[in-house]
């Protein structure tokens, strides 16, 4: 066979296999789209994408089926996307380990977050709440800081663990106001926060839902939130951003599919996803919860989590967080 055969056959299968995927996202979806989740059922990342999946199924005219595959970290059910056919079928639902692990295992990774996946949308984001034992004789973020600088190191935090969000947050403080703080790991955010209550550990970054009962009978002190804006449940505690730090320790939620999934399939995903989040009545269950929606577009959403890699990456690095 000469160069031209050769050459004329492969623009022939280039041909059909363009013709074959147009084919396949016209007749997008035919069958249930399979959602994976890489924790175990019943956590926040869980709750919050059962609460859209069913009208965005109703969008999709098909069943979206959700798959919870926990373990190693979020790696195997990130991992399972990441090997999954493009064809817009299996997708990612995931919270901040999808932009921390990256930056946390580096080439560790079984996979290449930021070559093998795409963004359908940021689905949501929620603030880290930072609260001190009510002992410790600080009111304001100023007076932390000021306290904090006084006692290089005396001071510390808790977090569920080495590498959890709760514990970068701790190190963005710590890089963003200049002060040193020993970090205490727990087996969890539960006994992080029973610790602080305790009087075990000075403050930790906690979620606004399991920290405000404590607050409101004065058992815990709000010292500051992370995000753009005050939360409607707790009006009277400021942000970081109010005191010039720049700090976004927030958690995100978002939704993501491999690389080559044809990109109207994902603006498919997106607008079903998207309508679901802005809908009054998931909004305001997702509200009740701690969680904001974000909804945006596929390019906002790469931008976003992209962003978020090379955050939490220099935040790791900075800092030398290793894990085992």
């Known amino acids: 066979m000469n160069f031209k055969s ?3 056959e492969f623009v022939c299968i280039a041909v059909i296999m363009m013709t074959t995927n147009a084919a396949s996202a016209q007749n997008y979806p035919d069958h249930p789209v399979r959602v994976i989740i890489p924790y175990a059922p019943g956590g926040g990342t869980d709750i919050a994408f059962r609460i859209i999946a069913p009208q965005a199924g109703n969008i999709l005219n098909e069943t979206i089926i959700v798959d919870n595959r926990p373990g190693a970290s979020t790696m195997i059910g990130t991992g399972t996307v990441s090997r999954a056919t493009p064809d817009g079928y299996t997708l990612l639902a995931s919270d901040s380990a999808f932009v921390i692990n990256p930056g946390l295992f ?3 990774l079984p996979y290449d977050t930021l070559k093998e996946f795409k963004g359908v949308t940021m689905m949501a984001t929620s603030p880290a709440l930072l609260v001190v034992n009510p002992n410790l004789p600080v009111k304001t973020l100023d007076e932390l800081i000021a306290l904090a600088k006084s006692k290089p190191g005396k001071l510390n935090y808790g977090s569920g663990g080495v590498g959890t969000g709760p514990h970068l947050a701790g190190e963005l403080l710590k890089l963003a106001a200049g002060i040193d703080l020993t970090h205490i790991p727990y087996k969890g955010t539960a006994p992080a926060l029973t ?3 305790s009087g075990e550990i000075d403050m930790a970054f906690v979620g606004i839902s399991s920290a405000a009962s404590y607050i409101a009978t004065g058992q815990l002190r709000a010292i500051a939130l992370t ?3 005050r939360q409607p449940s707790l009006p009277d505690v400021p942000t970081f951003a109010e005191s010039h730090l720049d700090l976004d320790g927030n958690s995100y939620w978002g939704i993501y599919a491999p690389v080559g999934v044809p990109d109207s ?3 498919q995903l997106n607008r079903a996803f998207t309508q679901s989040l802005h809908d009054p009545e998931n909004e305001k269950k997702l509200a009740n919860l701690g969680f ?6 596929p390019q906002e959403a790469d931008a976003q989590w992209h962003a978020l890699v090379q955050q939490w990456t220099t935040v790791i690095d900075k800092a030398n967080i290793k894990v085992e």
């Open 6 to 8: 050769l050459l004329s």
């Open 106 to 108: 580096k080439d560790k």
């Open 195 to 197: 610790a602080v209550l």
């Open 227 to 229: 995000g753009a804006k």
């Open 265 to 267: 399939i994902i603006d």
């Open 292 to 297: 904001s929606p974000i909804a945006n577009s």
